[in-house]
């Protein structure tokens, strides 16, 4: 359920800040406010959900684990990663985002600098193999995360290491604090998701107001409140049987590598071809088309039997409960 919620604000936050470099909605606007606060923690909160099975995976033998990521992390960024660079290169005039430098540079880049953000993959690449090496058990990335997240400032010339620096605490707390969520079923108290949203509103405030990156030390805070109000929301009696978002969860992975280019193409066709530059129509039917267009192609591929093998994650049956699939769902990435 939480990776149904946080793929859907993964779609969200593209959609709001593409509207924004677009000049679309102005910076003080409140699309440009819940895009920042947005970017505070959804993804350390995919970063937290990407830790909680790790132990188990551990445990069922480190060169398995490692062979693992070949399907998982490593085809699905080497078949999308030349895919998003030649298309970033060849719409970049019309793009907030395009690529510089010529195709052939950017692919061989890729292998040290990911386009765009495909950067989760290989990060989570990086925060795996930690784990798969650590030698003194899962506490010790908690120590590592630690350590990392002052280099955060100092590796500025690999961006990617500069992220990962920043998201690996939050992948170990997933390693350590996962397995006790998993455990059984769990309800949260109203009083504390009300005081998680209060915190989460004053940090994220504070980190703004500070001009602060929404990935820093400053803003960590937020980031914190924000991944645990989102999990423990997604926890509630309200949402934890929701088949929608059940749904939508288990197919995070082809939703996170697609969705940009249905959102940036529902974008560029408003403003550029229909000449109809509204942030108040673009944003919502930039998010439905997100989400809608890379499910349909999941679908397509999952029929074919070769989701899998174009990255799009492994195939799941339609049928069955909300939670039948939650192991094998949030160990696709």
Do not use: Q
Not at 174 to 179: L, T, W
Not at 232 to 247: E, I, T
Not at 309 to 325: D, E, F, N, Q, Y
């Amino acid at each position: 359920m939480a990776k149904g919620v946080g793929i859907l604000l993964v779609i969200y936050g593209h959609a709001a800040g593409g509207v924004r470099d677009a000049g679309l909605t102005p910076n003080g606007g409140w699309i440009a406010n819940s895009f920042y606060f947005l970017y505070t923690f959804h993804m350390p909160m995919f970063m937290f959900l990407a830790g909680i099975l790790v132990e188990n995976r551990l445990s069922r033998g480190r060169l398995r684990f490692f062979r693992s990521l070949g399907t998982s992390i490593v085809l699905p960024y080497f078949i999308w990663a030349p895919i998003t660079v030649l298309v970033l290169s060849l719409t970049s005039a019309v793009t907030t985002g395009g690529e510089s430098g010529g195709i052939a540079r950017s692919i061989v880049a890729m292998f040290w600098n990911p386009p765009g953000w495909l950067w989760f993959f290989y990060g989570l690449f990086l925060c795996h193999l930690v784990a798969i090496l650590a030698p003194f058990g899962k506490y010790a990335l908690l120590l590592i995360g630690l350590a990392l997240l002052p280099l955060n400032t100092m590796l500025h010339l690999i961006p990617v290491l500069t992220v990962t620096s920043y998201m690996f605490i939050f992948y170990a707390l997933g390693v350590v604090i996962g397995p006790k969520l998993t455990e059984r079923p769990f309800t949260p108290p109203v009083l504390l998701l009300v005081a998680l949203a209060i915190l989460f509103a004053v940090f994220g405030w504070m980190a703004m107001r500070a001009n602060a990156t929404a990935w820093s030390l400053n803003a960590l805070p937020a980031a914190v409140t924000g991944a645990a109000l989102m999990i423990g929301v997604s926890a509630s009696p309200l949402l934890r049987s929701n088949r929608v978002l059940s749904y939508v969860g288990k197919r995070s992975m082809a939703i996170f590598v697609l969705h940009v280019f249905f959102v940036a193409g529902t974008r560029i066709a408003f403003d550029k071809i229909l000449h109809y530059p509204n942030a108040a129509v673009i944003l919502p039917v930039s998010v439905a088309a997100g989400l809608i267009g890379p499910l349909v192609i999941y679908e397509v591929a999952s029929r074919l039997k070769i989701s899998e093998w174009v990255g799009l994650g492994k195939p799941i049956p339609w049928a069955g409960r909300a939670s039948s699939a939650a192991p094998a769902s949030a160990a696709s990435i």
